[in-house]
């Protein structure tokens, strides 16, 4: 079945950027939205944004500013890149798999997600 | 803030009803989907309910999903101590970005 599988550093210095790949392993990310969402210490989950395999995005408009979300479709593999890091972005993210489309209304489903991987900004 | 509103926790007897709300917008809930999942304690959240009330393959059908105006609500029947986790909703918002409720604990006593 698919999975994804998130790598990249656990600790980043403030004001530096924070980089993040998502591997996808046992499916194509053909025809899917590649989703990145955190969730910080204690708090809920927060969309941070997502990419289509053909490579359109849609950011959070908290965070636009700062992110960026790329894929390599020939990798089987998608990033996030975090700028101007502060503790604020401590959190363990995540990615996921999303079906995103129209069928009446917009509905949008994370349907399957990795494990997730701690992140701490400290100097 | 959490542009979705859930409650911050809910419990009941096993073997008993629960049901966990989440209210939105005619930005977000009141013209879309809504989705739950399922967090149990240390894992990555679990889709456990799409497009209002269908469930995937795998969830049982003690776990319903319903929709209403601008409000959606999640319910659990037959609580078991398994089912203890967070529940958060989730929908696409007019704003191009998926949003999330602040999440709800279930507490089975």
């Known amino acids: 079945q698919v999975q994804l599988q998130e790598s990249g550093p656990g600790l980043v210095k403030p004001s530096e950027t924070l980089s993040l790949t998502c591997t996808v392993s046992?499916?194509?990310?053909?025809?899917?939205?590649l989703t990145w969402i955190r969730q910080s210490p204690g708090k809920g989950l927060e969309w941070i944004g997502h990419?289509?395999?053909?490579?359109?995005?849609n950011y959070n408009p908290s965070l636009e500013s700062r992110v960026t979300i790329s894929v390599e479709t020939s990798k089987n593999q998608f990033s996030l890149e975090l700028s101007s890091l502060t503790a604020a972005d401590t959190a363990v993210y995540y990615c996921?798999?999303?079906?995103?489309?129209?069928?009446?209304?917009?509905?949008?489903?994370?349907?399957?997600w990795g494990k997730g991987t701690t992140v701490t900004v400290s100097s | 803030q959490s542009v979705l509103t859930q409650p911050p926790s809910v419990s009941a007897a096993p073997g008993q009803k629960v049901t966990i709300s989440c209210s939105g917008s005619s930005s977000n809930i009141g013209n879309n989907y809504v989705s739950w999942y399922q967090q149990l304690p240390g894992t990555a959240p679990k889709l456990l309910m799409y497009e209002n009330n269908k469930r995937p393959s795998g969830i049982p059908d003690r776990f319903s999903g319903s929709k209403s105006g601008t409000s959606a609500t999640l319910g659990i029947t037959g609580l078991q101590t398994g089912d203890e986790a967070d529940y958060y909703c989730?929908?696409?918002?007019?704003?191009?970005?998926?949003?999330f409720g602040g999440g709800t604990k279930l507490t089975v006593l």
């Open positions: 996921a798999r999303g079906d995103y489309g129209w069928s009446g209304r917009y509905y949008y489903n994370m349907d399957v």
């Open positions: 046992g499916g194509s990310i053909t025809y899917y939205y």
């Open positions: 990419i289509y395999y053909s490579g359109s995005t």
């Open positions: 989730g929908t696409w918002d007019s704003s191009l970005s998926a949003v």
